[in-house]
């Protein structure tokens, strides 16, 4: 039984593929430059991050290491639809832990909210709790000796 990397139309599996310098699993390529001579058709493993954010990741490794032979131009746009396909799919792995990342945030940020609005609430009525100390009604007497009309206490004895 041959394997992947014996079968030149063969697709890896995603858990056999290196990861590159940046940590993410690789795509599988083929080359397409008449340059240089011999690798035309030949396989290799690059970054999937290469060309985004500027990051300057150079991770390449050849999977077909001897000269190949001419390929038809069926097969090689069967090996083309392949390599889409990979693509596709590495794209769809990133947005599915995307998408899982992005509802923990919202998870996360509506914890805060109700946080928020908890606290907010709390403040309020601690506020209204003073203002309501600040309006009950004075005591019969005031400080110096006068009653609520203002006019003075008489003290007999």
């Known amino acids: 039984m041959s394997t992947w990397r014996d079968d030149p139309n063969a697709i890896p599996p995603w858990n056999e593929?290196?990861?590159c310098h940046c940590g993410l699993r690789t795509w599988l390529q083929v080359w397409t430059d008449p340059?240089?001579?011999?690798?035309?058709?030949?396989?290799?493993?690059?970054?999937?991050?290469?060309?985004?954010?500027?990051?300057?990741?150079t991770f390449m490794q050849w999977?077909?290491?001897?000269?190949?032979?001419?390929?038809?131009?069926?097969?090689?746009?069967e090996r083309r639809v392949r390599q889409q396909q990979i693509r596709l799919k590495g794209k769809e792995d990133?947005?599915?832990?995307?998408?899982?990342?992005?509802?923990?945030?919202?998870?996360?940020?509506?914890?805060?909210e109700e946080q928020f609005q908890a606290r907010e609430a709390q403040f309020k009525r601690e506020a209204d709790e003073q203002k309501n100390r600040y309006k009950e009604p004075a005591q019969s007497s005031t400080t110096d000796g006068r009653n609520k009309k203002g006019n003075f206490l008489r003290f007999t004895q």
């Open 17 to 19: 593929r290196p990861k």
């Open 35 to 57: 340059l240089p001579q011999g690798k035309k058709g030949g396989r290799f493993f690059k970054c999937p991050d290469i060309d985004d954010d500027f990051k300057a990741c």
């Open 63 to 77: 999977i077909d290491t001897r000269p190949l032979e001419r390929v038809s131009f069926k097969e090689e746009q």
């Open 94 to 112: 990133e947005l599915k832990r995307r998408r899982a990342e992005l509802g923990q945030r919202e998870v996360a940020l509506k914890i805060q």
